[in-house]
């Protein structure tokens, strides 16, 4: 019982010191974290499925807290599977405008 709640607390603060880290350098963390053909396969994916009915979008015009939810309307029009809309936003958040408010 009490050898669980301290097992419990180190994956807390892991936890914690991981958010941190994240909130610190949101973009370079997706980037380090993300194998490293996905976000060039991303960036294609995203140049020829999103031009279709308006420019290309600048990723750093929105920020991480935006994308996903443009992403779900998006998908939607431009109907791609849920794998390509994933490939897709993960290039998105990496290059996503920094959102200066999770930085402290
Ligand atoms: C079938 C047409 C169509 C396709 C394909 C399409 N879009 Fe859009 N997109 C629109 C329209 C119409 C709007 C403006 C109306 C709106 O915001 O709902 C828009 C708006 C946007 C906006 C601005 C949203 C905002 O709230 O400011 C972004 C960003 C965007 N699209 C990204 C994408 C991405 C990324 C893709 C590829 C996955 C994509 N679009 C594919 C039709 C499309």
């Known amino acids: 019982m009490?050898?669980?709640r301290i097992y419990l607390l180190i994956i807390a603060s892991?936890?914690?010191c991981g958010t941190?880290?994240?909130s610190a350098t949101p973009n370079d963390s997706i980037k380090s974290q993300t194998p490293a053909e996905i976000l060039p396969l991303g960036k294609t994916l995203y140049e020829n499925s999103c031009v279709r009915c308006h420019k290309l979008k600048e990723p750093g015009n929105y920020t991480q807290e935006q994308w996903p939810g443009i992403m779900d309307k998006m998908q939607k029009r431009s109907r791609i599977t849920d794998e390509q809309k994933a490939?897709?936003?993960t290039y998105l958040l990496s290059e996503a405008k920094k959102d200066v408010k999770t930085v402290e």
């Open 2 to 4: 009490n050898s669980k």
């Open 20 to 22: 941190t880290m994240f």
């Open 14 to 16: 892991f936890l914690f």
């Open 87 to 89: 490939t897709i936003l």
